[in-house]
């Protein structure tokens, strides 16, 4: 089992930047592939961006991509989102999830493709 903890969320201006971290307890975490969400109010849950069990992998929303950059560091069992010019729309609860497939060759960009999640931290993005 793997237990994620989201924070770094905030408020912050557009054009501003934030960085999400993402702890998980367990040994295994170098093992799984893990991604972000984010869930607006009255929305669904949309994917935001993965990356693999190694970190040679990286996957990304069209609507984050160019922006946004995900990361892990194994040693520590933590992954990050840096969001770097943010918009109003960014504004969302993100979540932070595990793919609990071992060292899996391919990255998901859909909920259903994760077994582990964060509580999520809240992102507002200000005009």
């Known amino acids: 089992q793997v237990q994620l903890v989201e924070s770094g969320g905030g408020l912050v201006q557009a054009g501003g930047s934030l960085r999400l971290s993402c702890a998980a307890s367990?040994?295994?975490?170098?093992?799984?592939?893990m991604g972000w969400f984010r869930q607006a109010p009255g929305k669904e849950r949309e994917f935001v961006a993965a990356i693999s069990w190694s970190g040679g992998s990286t996957l990304y929303a069209d609507s984050v991509k160019g922006r946004f950059t995900i990361s892990r560091d194994n040693a520590k069992n933590t992954v990050y989102l840096q969001m770097d010019s943010l918009k109003p729309e960014d504004t969302a609860v993100y979540y932070c999830a595990g793919d609990s497939r071992a060292r899996a060759l391919t990255l998901i960009g859909a909920p259903g493709g994760y077994d582990y999640w964060g509580q999520g931290t809240q992102v507002t993005v200000s005009s």
């Open positions: 367990g040994r295994t975490f170098s093992r799984y592939a």
